[in-house]
Each structure stands twice: as structure tokens, then as C-alpha cells.
């Protein structure tokens, strides 16, 4: 587990009525790696690189998924708070 100033971690929930299907997947990579921190998706016990499009479709996260988007580094805190406002917004229902 990581522990540390420089570690964030949100609860959010899958909005989207799609779930995180290619698109807002690779929207979401894209974001994610924008920033310097390491980001990671939590879905149950599965932990996978939040910039990485085909760990994230492992994930299989349909709508109602409960995600915990965790980053560490010195952008850990807006890293999250921007990949969780995206995945809030339902990628805009795409």
C-alpha cells in the first residue's frame, strides 16, 4: 500500500451509462498521463496502471462500478481530483 505526503486516493462511481468502454477508457489514459504521478485503478482486490488503455479495460467497470482512482507523486492530489471529475461527468455520455 502506498503511504506518504504525496498520495491521494477518491472513491467514485461509474456514471457513465456505458460503463468505461474504449473511448472513455482511452480518454481517461490520456488524462491520466498528463501527470507525473503513478496513477492506479481499484476495482475490488484488482489493481491496474491507470495510464495503460489495456489494463484499464481489464477492469470491465459498467455503469454502478465503485472505482478507487489513487495516485502518488508531487501532482497526486490534481491527478485525481481531475480523473475523478471526468469519470463524474459521464464522459459527457459517449
Do not use: C, Y
Not at 506518504?4 to 481517461?28: C, I
Amino acid at each position: 500500500m502506498w503511504q506518504g505526503l504525496n498520495t491521494h486516493e477518491v472513491k467514485v462511481t461509474v456514471t457513465n451509462e456505458h460503463g468505461l468502454h474504449a473511448r472513455p477508457v482511452t480518454e481517461f489514459v490520456q488524462l491520466a498521463n498528463r501527470f507525473q504521478s503513478k496513477v492506479e485503478v481499484v476495482k475490488g482486490d484488482l489493481t491496474v496502471d491507470g495510464k495503460s488503455v489495456a489494463a484499464m479495460l481489464t477492469l470491465g467497470a459498467g455503469p454502478g462500478t465503485v472505482l478507487r482512482i489513487r495516485a502518488r507523486g508531487t501532482d497526486a492530489a490534481q491527478a485525481v481530483k481531475k480523473l475523478v471529475a471526468l469519470i463524474s461527468s459521464s464522459f459527457a455520455q459517449g
